[in-house]
């Protein structure tokens, strides 16, 4: 069974919009860059059509992970999760019980995880346990340093 990508309905069309410009003005392009280094003579020692060839395989490595997820996608919702409860799209604000720092997170699905923004997937460990929890929750995370503990302050969709 193929893996399932739960993204949001925005991030749908920013992959379609991807693939589009992919199959066609990216696809031009390469192949432009692929006829001008033929032009360049011997094959074998054309670093320029090797390196266009290889912009060719990576262009359509791109269009075959996009249209797997396309067609694996499952659409969230921000109903999809009852009032309150953590779930994908909704924004928590945490405090670290042992450094007692505040810290907001947002819970996307994998597709769209940045941790350097903190958009954390569904996924991952905190992820995992966020998840159905709901203010005031207290939520235990296995981490590779050891259990975090979290108390949930506030829930948004």
């Keep these: 069974m193929a893996k399932e990508y739960k993204i949001t309905s925005s991030r749908l069309k920013e992959l379609e919009e991807e693939l589009n410009y992919l199959k066609t003005t990216r696809e031009k392009e390469v192949a432009e860059q692929i006829k001008e ?6 094959l074998s020692e054309n670093s320029e059509y090797d390196e266009a060839k290889n912009e060719q395989a990576k262009l359509y490595g791109r269009i075959a992970e996009v249209e797997n997820i396309l067609a694996n996608a499952v659409i969230i919702e921000e109903s999809d999760d009852p009032a309150g409860h953590v779930g994908l799209g909704c924004k928590v604000r945490v405090l670290d019980l042992d450094t007692e ?47 975090l503990r979290f108390r949930i302050l506030n829930v948004e969709k």
Aim: proline share 6%.
């Design 37 to 42: 280094a033929r032009s360049f003579g011997d």
């Design 101 to 147: 720092e505040e810290e907001e997170y947002t819970i996307v699905g994998s597709q769209e995880a940045d941790p350097m923004n903190f958009c954390i997937s569904d996924d991952s460990p905190f992820g995992r346990a966020m998840v159905g929890k709901r203010q005031d929750d207290v939520v235990e995370v296995e981490a590779p340093v050891g259990v």
